[in-house]
């Protein structure tokens, strides 16, 4: 039984970037039954590759995985063109706390998350 879709997360493109690889396969399989398109990165340069060459609507992303991580990724990602930049930029973190990010453009959410929490962020107003 597939979970009903979020009218504010129905075609929304994401990209979820996330080193554990059961986390990541959870989170995608969560927010693509909640409607979502979803494309899935194992770390900041893989998502990067992605951004470059795609249009996402929201970025989520971890901040601590190994090659590039989740700062320097938001670092690029705020350089990008606005054609390529994302509206919404969500960082996810069970190390680190909302503050590590004060100033930037970003919203920051705890690891345990709450989904339904989570879609709703996805679904609001762009940073």
């Given at each position: 039984?597939?979970?009903?879709?979020?009218?504010?997360?129905?075609?929304?493109?994401?990209?979820?970037?996330?080193?554990?690889?059961?986390?990541?396969?959870?989170?995608?399989?969560?927010?693509?039954?909640?409607?979502?398109?979803?494309?899935?990165?194992?770390?900041?340069?893989?998502?990067?590759?992605?951004?470059l060459?795609?249009?996402?609507?929201?970025?989520?992303?971890?901040?601590?995985?190994?090659v590039?991580?989740?700062?320097?990724?938001?670092?690029?990602?705020?350089?990008?063109?606005?054609?390529?930049?994302?509206?919404?930029?969500?960082?996810?973190?069970?190390?680190?706390?909302?503050?590590?990010?004060s100033?930037?453009?970003?919203?920051?959410?705890?690891?345990?998350?709450?989904?339904?929490?989570?879609?709703?962020?996805?679904?609001?107003?762009?940073?």
């Open positions: 039984m597939s979970a009903e879709p979020v009218g504010r997360t129905r075609g929304v493109r994401v990209l979820v970037v996330e080193d554990h690889t059961p986390t990541r396969l959870a989170m995608v399989k969560l927010i693509r039954q909640a409607g979502a398109d979803v494309v899935s990165a194992r770390d900041g340069e893989e998502a990067l590759g992605y951004l060459m795609q249009r996402f609507d929201v970025l989520l992303t971890d901040l601590r995985m190994p590039m991580d989740g700062f320097e990724l938001v670092h690029h990602c705020l350089k990008l063109p606005d054609t390529h930049r994302p509206a919404r930029i969500i960082a996810i973190s069970g190390e680190y706390e909302a503050g590590v990010l100033g930037q453009p970003v919203q920051f959410m705890a690891k345990p998350f709450d989904l339904q929490t989570l879609l709703d962020m996805m679904g609001g107003k762009p940073n």
